[in-house]
């Protein structure tokens, strides 16, 4: 039997229709073929962040905290061993420049209103660096003078509507507890005061702004214990000392302003790699311990994301543990996301519901023991891993 023309163009018609359905199901059904939406497997272990990009930075040795320049895109990272603040452009992905500044920088801040970065050195010295040009413009001693013996800056606050930048400053002196919070004017570039914290290492610390107090994680251990030393910044002075009860040697800390929980980041037995660290919980009302939690370990940045509820804890043995709260009492761990070897500095931007984290130059050893003779290693370079918030 013949068929007409007209119903043959039918008939064809209709066999490739019932292809496209066929195909276009199976490409539905088949993951592996949506290579858009594929993920990391690190991705699927956590469902927390997804990694976006990783490129390239020119640093040697630990690095230290971030700050970023939101208007410009821009990220500034503490090349502590390298003594420079590096700028990256976050939407190119790539370095733009180097700025040498004679000491270790630590943690920097960036203020928006005047356009400049504030940073501590390890010299016992502030400096601002302009934000367009990237030049140093002002350099201020801290108390002892430049190289002062012993004197170590390391954490540091800044309350962006006051102007004030404030240094923890922890004494290398075995026995010594000249440790100090150092108080910089930046509208009036100078050294305006210094509140002694009769303690050898306050760490970690947060600004309380609303409340016009500071918290600072001592890591001084007495007695198997830490504290928490609660500074009143109108009187500057210490006005309370709470317990870090399971969690010694706070490092880093955050806050939960809304519902008056301070987050502290414990380093047990003090090191980079020493795992697990601890995440205590302390109610500001009371000072007292609501919940301590193992995180990662060489704690070294803690950030609370207030929509989400969520507080990113990173380590340098690895991985970034994600914590919720469920209810300002009750807190628990979401999962951890791996990052690099001895990754433990990076940032928070929740305006970008992004993380970046700066890993390190680091050397990575491919078998356990020795094969043919020989160990295998291989060398991985620095770079910036950039994730993603997913709900």
């Known amino acids: 039997m013949r068929l007409s023309r007209a119903k043959l163009r039918i008939s064809v018609a209709v066999i490739l229709s019932f292809c496209a359905i066929f195909v276009s199901k199976t490409k539905a059904q088949d993951p592996s073929k949506d290579y858009v939406n594929k993920q990391m497997p690190m991705v699927h272990m956590s469902g927390l962040l997804r990694l976006v990009e990783t490129f390239p930075i020119p640093t040697e040795g630990y690095m230290d905290h971030l700050a ?171 006005i309370a000392e709470w317990s870090t009860a399971g969690g010694p040697q706070p490092h880093v800390a955050g806050l939960d ?61 690895g991985t970034l543990a994600v914590f919720h709260e469920d209810d300002p009492d009750h807190f628990r761990l979401l999962g951890k996301v791996p990052t690099g070897a001895i990754a433990k500095s990076g940032i928070w931007i929740p305006e970008l519901k992004r993380y970046y984290a700066a890993v390190p130059k680091h050397l990575v050893q491919l078998l356990p023991t020795t094969q043919y003779g020989i160990r295998d290693w291989i060398t991985e370079e620095a770079r910036i891993m950039v994730f993603e918030e997913m709900p």
């Open 68 to 238: 970023y320049d939101l208007s410009k895109q821009h990220l500034f990272l503490s090349a502590e061993n390298n003594k420079e603040i590096v700028v990256i452009d976050m939407k190119a992905g790539k370095v733009i420049h180097e700025t040498k500044v004679g000491g270790n920088p630590r943690k920097p801040f960036f203020d928006s209103n005047t356009d400049t970065l504030w940073v501590d050195l390890g010299d016992n010295t502030v400096v601002a660096i302009n934000g367009s040009t990237f030049e140093v413009t002002k350099t201020i001693e801290l108390t002892g003078g430049k190289n002062a013996a012993g004197r170590d800056p390391d954490n540091a606050a800044f309350d962006a509507a006051k102007g004030l930048y404030y240094v923890a400053v922890r004494t290398r002196t075995e026995g010594s507890k000249e440790g100090s919070i150092e108080i910089v004017d930046t509208k009036a570039g100078k050294l305006v005061g210094s509140i002694k914290m009769m303690g050898q290492e306050p760490a970690g610390i947060a600004l309380d702004a609303g409340a016009n107090r500071l918290y600072a994680g001592m890591g001084d251990v007495v007695n198997g214990e830490s504290t928490v030393k609660v500074v009143d910044l109108a009187k500057r002075a210490v």
């Open 257 to 317: 302003v809304a519902n008056h929980r301070l987050f502290m980041g414990s380093r047990l037995g003090g090191g980079h790699n020493v795992d697990p660290g601890k995440l205590v919980i302390i109610n500001t009302d009371t000072g007292k311990v609501i919940q301590t939690l193992d995180a990662t370990g060489g704690g070294d940045e803690i950030f609370f994301d207030a929509p989400s509820k969520r507080i990113y804890f990173s380590g340098s043995t």
